[in-house]
């Protein structure tokens, strides 16, 4: 779904009669201007960037002292307040001038403007200062003509005055062809006090800045781990006055994935960005077809206020793919919209047919023995295991130092998803409110069980073999999908994991914060711990080649019914105890952005219990399942084929994942089996039943219509 997009009114400080900008502010904008700029933000501006990651260095990293940059060449036509400028240089406390002669450095403490201090023709992020090693200006231009952007990135800068550790904040400042627009563009901003101007000078008596100069601070205060847009904030400066009638379609509403047997109402958010109150206006949605469905709308929208729509015609997009459609706002107050480029968005949906497996939990705690806090997140993974058996948990030592335990995937998997410890990934995700997808320990059990309600596509087993005299392991992956599941780069994965690893010195010796807290579970144990118990270490991850999985093994668009597995030979270490040995085999996106590598599901198997049942047995089983009648009113079957004995169990659950009815059926016999569902005392709605065979889970949905 498309983040929702606010727009809030802005100040103009002065107002000449040949001179004019209006502005709009995108608080929260979830993506950067026009989404041309999709980079990731960090390190941008470090000492990793080079050129052949598209950016020129123009004030160079380390650089601290009050100056301009060189001049610098705008890379196609750029107009400022209607006149044709080609050249532009940036001071390092945040000024940019095309007055290219101007030869007095603005300080970096700020005012309000207009200000004698700032040379005319100048676009001002007033109150920037570079402090340590790692500060720097960068540009680069975005797109492709005639809609591109030139950006000037302000990189690990900070607040004047501030320390030389500990904060940093990054901006950009944007000159966007044809439109002649400009954006200041909020990224990224870590514990640094802000107080800024963000503006315009025409020249010593014209200037528009934002309501809140010269006090404005950063917005995006998350830690700044976000790398992607997903945070950012930005405003937006357009020449001219503002139209008497604009309507922006600002969001539309449609899920990312839905079900096709469903009809997708279509809704979203129109911003009105003219001067007059908006009364009336039109949205049309069209998809592949190219058929427009338009409804008119009455409203009483103020200058700059939103208004939520639902469009009466539902959608209904082609089971198994994505499908597009475009929405466009017209007709405000019945005539001409003046300004066209903000009224259309594209959206895209994916559509499977509901069904769905029970989803298993891969929980990844980093964590490491010098990590001195790290004692109690092994409690908190402890008490996420004891209350939800649909946890897999999994410890990385790493994202803290290393230990006697550290392996290099783990140190990957630190550097994709976060920083410090204790921190852990729940499938992976980057969940609302979190800065990155490892998040800290207050929220690891909330997360993993709203992950654990989520249906997934797919199943994953592990069969193989396992010789304890020559600890020679054979591992078969298998993932089984029941339906389709949103295309991508899929992969499968093996993680060797050994519990209760003890070991001496100091890269076992456990480091305790808590050894003087009075009431916790490690208070008394010394600091550090000496044979400190560590659980779930991570030992090894197959494929050896790649720590996030095997490439090229799932298709990209796995249809219901498929199967796919890879099987890895190798020798287990001597070195681990085979008694606490488990194999974890998973399903997980890869994507250059690390916030999307979601696991769809997982499976942990004792080594010692390593299935010996044939992938063929399990998934014919899983498949043959069926559920008739669906919709009931009274009585529903579930019909399934066993190809050899096995324990049967029957969990059914309302839509808001209550518990609604069990049933443990024991060892059946191979054959047709049948298990009767009595919905009579079940009210109207969606159910979700799950069989559970041996040690797989399926589920269908139930509809219950009396």
Request: aromatic share 10%; glycine share 8%.
């Amino acid at each position: 779904m498309k983040k929702i997009i606010t727009c809030l009114a802005v100040v103009l400080c002065s107002i000449s009669a040949f001179s004019q900008y209006y502005f709009n502010t995108y608080n929260p904008a979830g993506i950067n201007p026009g989404g041309v700029n999709t980079d990731p933000e960090q390190p941008f501006g470090a000492a990793g960037v080079t050129a052949a990651d598209g950016y020129t260095s123009i004030v160079a990293n380390g650089t601290t002292t009050l100056s301009w940059s060189p001049v610098q060449t705008i890379p196609f036509s750029f107009n400022f307040d209607g006149v044709a400028v080609t050249q532009y240089k940036v001071s390092t406390s945040g000024v940019l001038t095309f007055t290219t002669t101007a030869s007095t450095v603005p300080a970096h403490a700020n005012a309000t403007i207009p200000n004698a201090a700032i040379p005319d023709k100048s676009i001002l992020i007033w109150g920037l200062q570079p402090i340590s090693g790692n500060d720097g200006i960068i540009t680069k231009t975005h797109g492709t003509a005639p809609n591109r952007q030139h950006w000037i990135n302000f990189a690990s800068y900070s607040a004047p005055g501030a320390s030389a550790s500990g904060q940093w904040t990054y901006w950009g400042i944007v000159l966007e062809e044809g439109s002649d627009n400009i954006f200041i563009a909020d990224l990224r901003t870590y514990t640094t006090p802000l107080t800024l101007t963000l503006g315009i000078q025409v020249d010593a008596t014209t200037a528009f800045q934002i309501a809140t100069a010269p006090n404005t601070p950063s917005f995006v205060t998350n830690g700044g781990n976000a790398s992607d847009p997903s945070d950012n904030v930005y405003y937006e400066f357009i020449q001219g006055l503002r139209p008497t009638e604009d309507i922006e379609l600002s969001d539309v509403n449609v899920p990312a994935a839905v079900n096709a047997s469903n009809p997708v109402t279509v809704s979203g958010t129109i911003v009105n960005k003219g001067s007059s109150n908006l009364t009336s206006f039109d949205i049309i949605w069209e998809d592949a077809s190219g058929t427009a469905n338009s409804q008119s709308y009455t409203a009483n929208v103020a200058p700059l206020a939103s208004y939520t729509f639902t469009h009466s015609t539902t959608w209904s997009p082609t089971l198994g793919q994505f499908s597009d459609i475009k929405v466009y706002s017209s007709n405000p107050n019945g005539v001409i919209d003046p300004n066209n480029t903000n009224d259309t968005l594209s959206a895209r949906t994916f559509a499977n047919s509901g069904t769905s497996i029970s989803r298993n939990v891969l929980l990844e705690e980093f964590t490491t023995a010098p990590c001195q806090f790290c004692p109690d997140g092994a409690v908190v993974v402890e008490q996420i295991l004891a209350s939800n058996p649909a946890v897999i948990a999994v410890g990385e030592h790493a994202c803290f130092g290393t230990d006697a335990m550290t392996i290099p995937e783990a140190s990957t998997y630190c550097s994709a998803f976060g920083s410090g410890a204790p921190t852990a990934c729940v499938d992976r995700v980057q969940f609302p409110g979190e800065s990155s997808v490892a998040h800290g320990r207050g929220t690891w059990a909330a997360n993993a069980t709203s992950q654990a309600a989520l249906a997934t596509p797919v199943s994953v087993s592990l069969t193989g073999s396992y010789n304890s005299v020559n600890r020679s392991t054979t591992v078969n992956v298998s993932a089984n999908f029941v339906d389709y599941a949103i295309p991508g780069d899929l992969r499968l994965t093996l993680f060797v994991v050994e519990d209760s690893v003890t070991g001496s010195g100091t890269g076992y010796n456990q480091s305790n914060a808590y050894n003087t807290q009075a009431g916790h579970p490690y208070a008394g144990a010394g600091n550090p711990i000496v044979g400190f118990v560590h659980k779930h270490v991570l030992r090894d991850v197959y494929p050896t080649n790649d720590a996030w999985g095997v490439a090229n093994v799932i298709a990209t668009n796995p249809a219901p019914n498929s199967t796919y597995d890879t099987s890895y030979t190798f020798t287990m270490s001597s070195a681990w105890k085979d008694n606490d040995i488990s194999l974890v085999g998973f399903v997980s996106y890869f994507n250059v952005n690390t916030a999307q590598r979601e696991v769809l599901n997982s499976v942990e198997v004792s080594l010692n219990n390593l299935m010996t049942t044939s992938i063929s047995e399990i998934n014919k089983d899983i498949k043959s399942l069926n559920v008739y009648p669906n919709p009931t009113a009274d009585i529903a079957n579930v019909v399934f084929d066993l190809s050899k004995a096995a324990p049967v169990s029957l969990i059914v659950r309302d839509i808001a994942g209550k518990e609604v009815m069990s049933n443990n059926l024991g060892v059946l016999n191979t054959g047709v089996q049948r298990i009767t569902i009595n919905a009579e005392n079940l009210s109207n709605g969606i159910y979700f039943a799950t069989v559970q065979i041996g040690t797989e889970f399926v589920t269908r949905k139930i509809a219950i219509n009396k």
